[in-house]
């Protein structure tokens, strides 16, 4: 039946900041962070900031989540959080990428310099 997929939460390994989770069903795919549970230095953890430079960034050259929804309600996860959308990619844990050779390397090193300008072009005005 259309809507009744199972739903499976998947906590990727790694990471130094807020709690993320990978929803997904059969058919969709979806970020969840928040902010993690306790005490923190003030500033610190600040899914909204993340979530409003998200949306800031929306429209840019980079590779850009769309945001789906913002929660302050405590009540729904344990701390407030956002949803957006998955983006596919790889995450590479050791800048040296070891394994690859010069012109892999490159060609990330590349990409990854496209995309930093991209975002540093994005005024206080937006893209």
Sequence with gaps: MAGREPIHVQQPAGGQSNPTYR???GRENWV?????PGAFVAGAHAAERECRVLQALQGSQGPVPRVLAFCEDERVVG???YLMEFLEGR???DQSLPGMGPAQR???YAEMNRVIT???AVGPEGP
């Design 32 to 36: 969840l962070r928040k902010k993690p």
């Design 23 to 25: 929803i997904h069903t």
């Design 91 to 93: 995450v590479l844990a």
């Design 79 to 81: 701390t407030p959080f």
């Design 106 to 108: 490159g060609a990330i």
């Design 118 to 120: 991209a975002l540093h």
